[in-house]
C-alpha cells in the first residue's frame, strides 16, 4: 500500500519545493536507507525489521513502475524473480493474495501483449515459480540407521579375519557367520597358547596381569565395545 501510494504521489503531486519534488526526495530517502544496509542487517532486532520492511517497499515500488516497452518487462521480471518470495510471505503473513493478482497480469500479458518470444518465454517460467515456492527447497533429514540392506559401504570399516588357511574374509562375505565360528573355536576368543605352542598361562602369566593392570582405560573401553559389537553381529548373521 505504501510503494503504491507513493507511485501515485510521484506521478500526481503537484507541490515541488526548493528542496526537490516528490520522487527526488523519495529517492533520497531510499539512497540514505541503502547506504546503511551493512549496518541495519547486523542491528538488533528493530533495526533489521525496519530494514526488511525497507527491501519490501523497495521491491512493491519498483513493481508499480510503468515502464512501456520490452526493456520495462524485463526489468520488472528480473525484480519480481529476486523478490518475490519475499513479498508473497510478506503478504500472505496479512493475509494478501497480492501476488495472485500480480501473476494473473503477467498471465494476461503474455497472451495479449506484443511482445518477443524470449520476452514471453521468461514471462511463462516466472509465473511458474510460485507454485514451485519461487525455487526455495527445505531439506528434511530423516536419520536412518545404517544397515547392510540400505548402504552399501556398511562393511566398508570392518576388520578383516583370516582362516585357517590364511584367507581373508569380512562381516561382508555370504558364509561370514561360519568362518567366524571356525575362528572362535579354533582361538577359542581368548587363547591361553600362542602358535608356537608356548603356555602364556604359565610363567609368563604375571607379566600379562601386569600389561592388563597398566591397560589404559580409554583402551580398554575400545576393547569392549569391540567384543560386543562382534558378537552383536554374530547373532546378527547366525
Not at 6 to 14: A, P, Q, R, V
Not at 212 to 227: G, Q, S, V
Amino acid at each position: 500500500m505504501g510503494a503504491r501510494l507513493c507511485n501515485y504521489l510521484s506521478h500526481h503531486l503537484t507541490i515541488s519545493p526548493q528542496s526537490g519534488n516528490f520522487h527526488q526526495l523519495l529517492l533520497q530517502r531510499c539512497l540514505t536507507e541503502y547506504e546503511v544496509k551493512d549496518q541495519a542487517a547486523k542491528g538488533d532486532e528493530v533495526t533489521r525489521k525496519l530494514f526488511h520492511a525497507f527491501v519490501l517497499f523497495l521491491g512493491e515500488h519498483y513493481l508499480n513502475l510503468e515502464i512501456k516497452g520490452t526493456n520495462g518487462q524485463v526489468t520488472r521480471a528480473d525484480i519480481l524473480q529476486l523478490t518475490g518470495s519475499v513479498l508473497e510471505d510478506a503478504w500472505k503473513e496479512k493475509g494478501k493474495n497480492d501476488m495472485e493478482e500480480i501473476i494473473q497480469r503477467i498471465e494476461n500479458v503474455v497472451v495479449d501483449a506484443n511482445c518477443s518470444r524470449d520476452v514471453k518465454q521468461m514471462l511463462l517460467k516466472l509465473v511458474e515459480l510460485p507454485s514451485s515456492n519461487w525455487g526455495r527447497v527445505h531439506a528434511t533429514s530423516t536419520y536412518r540407521e545404517a544397515t547392510p540392506e540400505n548402504d552399501p559401504n556398511y562393511f566398508m570399516n570392518e576388520p578383516t579375519f583370516y582362516t585357517s588357511d590364511g584367507v581373508p574374509f569380512t562381516a561382508a562375505d555370504p558364509d561370514y557367520q561360519e568362518k567366524y565360528q571356525e575362528l572362535l573355536e579354533r582361538e577359542d576368543f581368548f587363547p591361553d597358547y600362542e602358535e608356537n605352542g608356548t603356555d602364556l598361562s604359565g610363567a609368563g602369566g604375571p607379566y600379562l596381569d601386569d600389561i592388563d593392570d597398566e591397560m589404559d582405560p580409554e583402551i580398554e573401553e575400545a576393547y569392549e565395545k569391540f567384543c560386543l559389537e562382534s558378537e552383536r553381529k554374530r547373532k546378527q548373521y547366525s
